[in-house]
């Protein structure tokens, strides 16, 4: 278990809103990923950070901002949400100091924007 | 865009038996990675196999790398029913993970 927890579990919102997703980790790992997986597309990585304040763009980032002002708290936000991000968003992190070591995911968020 | 395929996209089969999934990809790869996700849960890492290693084994899961055809199989032998579950490849290149959509696994008691 990598300890990684994601709030909320569930949220239903309006087109137009903003949206606040967290994801927190207990165990002090540099590198942390937002994705969001639809059907038919696996996974798509959205943001991801390299550190503190260290973040970038991932292929499906429009619409998504990020911030990471602590080691354990990576947060997805959505400023004015709209229909086509419903989905089941993923935060999780890489094992160790490095990118290309096995990822551990959180158990998601599932978002439904009408 | 994705960068693994999957093949097949679902399979069923009896408690038992061998399951055989496909990965294809079309640029070279660093390393490449199953995961397995049970329903309403998030992934989970299986296996990771680097570009210059061939084969891989752990438990009941065997794991082959082709680079000159950009494929890779995953082998569970001797299925149970907790086996079901969506199974994922994903390959990485230069900071760059890229997941496929993911072959469905059903295995029947």
């Known amino acids: 278990d990598a300890g990684i927890t994601q709030s909320p579990r569930h949220k239903v919102t309006e087109t137009g809103t903003p949206v606040t997703l967290r994801c927190h980790q207990t165990e002090n790992h540099r590198y942390m990923y937002w994705y969001r997986q639809d059907p038919g597309h696996g996974l798509r990585l959205i943001h991801y950070?390299?550190?503190?304040?260290?973040?970038d763009k991932g292929e499906v980032s429009d619409g998504y901002s990020v911030s990471r002002s602590k080691t354990e708290d990576f947060l997805l936000t959505l400023e004015s949400a709209t229909s086509s991000q419903t989905s089941v968003y993923f935060c999780a992190i890489s094992e160790g100091q490095g990118p290309s070591q096995p990822q551990h995911f959180g158990d998601g968020t599932r978002l439904s924007i009408l | 865009s994705q960068q693994g395929e999957e093949d097949p996209q679902a399979l069923s089969i009896q408690e038992g038996e061998n399951a055989t999934m496909n990965c294809s990809y079309k640029t070279s790869i660093n390393n490449l990675q199953w995961y397995r996700q049970n329903s309403g849960r998030g992934l989970v890492h299986l296996i990771l196999?680097?570009?210059?290693?061939r084969e891989k084994h752990s438990g009941r899961l065997r794991v082959t790398l082709d680079t000159s055809k950009k494929s890779s199989s995953l082998l569970i032998t001797a299925s149970r029913a907790a086996d079901t579950a969506s199974y994922f490849c994903?390959?990485?290149?230069?900071?760059?993970?890229?997941f496929g959509a993911g072959t469905r696994l059903t295995v029947k008691p």
């Open positions: 950070s390299y550190g503190v304040k260290d973040t």
């Open positions: 196999i680097r570009s210059n290693e």
């Open positions: 994903a390959t990485f290149l230069n900071n760059d993970m890229r």
